[in-house]
């Protein structure tokens, strides 16, 4: 170790070889000065919000009476973005219903139009009631096919293929169901009403149970304000919490910002990326509530220094150097990184700062023990990305066992999740903690599917470049999966 650190220490920039990455550049402003987080009728709209709650809960209760329309008004909820004020009652009322066998035997006897069974379907599985897939046996013909006079419903198509994304290993009908209203969907698109032809185009592009909350709200309460039978008071109350929510989602932006500035990560650190904005519109993602405004800020921070900690394996050290850097990460002290440049020692202090003090908040909170398992977390990223730098050092192309066993970890999936539930005092317990770090089934495929997304994508713009290595080239050869990252500007409701 002492002479990786002698050599380093006798070499000059100019005499070290870095693997430099041209990423593009940060393409927001500043929000500490683009835009205020002062809402002078903030305190009006709050009086406005909590009298309009009330009247929605009286609707949400009073619709119980007539189960379908009371399916209806909870998807409603949910698509403008205010269901969270809900939950318990919610959740009461689906329970009720599911536990019903008349009504669970009247949605698949009677007669219900493709539109009504598929919002059902919808409705109870995205709150964990696996209804069952037989309810769509009544819109399929002798030959087992979906019958061809849907093919023109338009709306009950729209809702069959998002329906369909709640679909489980094995529902082979869901699959079909998928294929179907895709395919004719694409060809309602010019023949729907202005209104109904965006909403169909958006979602073949992000299928609403896989996009982003805030951003499916922002987009619903346009199409909802469009619809004749829309409810006034609804939306109303959709439109202020919007914008409430939004107004603290800038604040918390701010303070995220102001973290990084007060750390000159840019000019510390100019070889790696500023993704601050993207990182913390992952936390949005994660959860939007209000409740959850602590949590966003330190998975925001926890996504920023994966994405720094990647780029300084990717992008800047040398394997000299990557080896003293990664030992430091495992002993989780500076011990050994005294030759190392001055960025990587900074980034190293930086981490370790980051969760020194946030496992002595987690202490305070009552939640011993989680902010060491948090800490592993970001060693087990940093030995992975280490064995990527290694194999790209040797030039050596892992075998396709070899990649799915280290992208597990290198997917970085297990410190995103811990950092998920950083800010969640509740829910974030030691038990989930530990559970997390034993690496369970679902957290291997998750972290699977995404890892194979992001080389996909990274290796389809890097594709003829030296970045790209021949196993990679081969999984896009094999495969067609894409992803997409969003982007969402400032939108206020008006």
Known sequence: MQEVINTLSALTTEEINRPLADFPVNIWEDPLISFSVLDPESEINEEKLSSLKETVRELLMASKEKPIENIKLIDALCRLGISYHFEGEIFAQLETMFGCHGFLQMIRDNEFDLYTVSLVFQVFRQFGYKLGVDVFNNFKNKDGKFKEHLAEDARGLLCLYEAAHWSTHGEDILDEALAFSRSHLEGLTDQSSPHMSIRIKNALKHAYPRGISRIETRQYISYYEEEDLHDQTLLEFAKIDFNLLQMLHRKELCQVFRWYSSLELDLKLPYARNRTVESYLWAVGAYSEPRYSQARIRLAIVVILLTLVDDTYDAYGTIEELEPFTNAFTMWNPSGIEGLPESMKYLHHVVLDFYGKLEEDMEREGRSGCGLLAKKSMIVTAKAYFQEAKWLS???????????????????????????????????TLDVFEWLSTFPPLLVTSALIGRLCGDIASCKVNINSHCCSDANKSIINQSSLTYRIPNDKDIYCH
Do not use: W
């Open 394 to 428: 040797e030039d050596y192309v892992a075998t396709f066992d070899e990649y799915k066993e280290n992208g597990v970890y290198s997917s970085s999936y297990l410190a995103l999740l811990t950092g998920s539930f950083l800010g969640m005092v509740d829910e974030g």
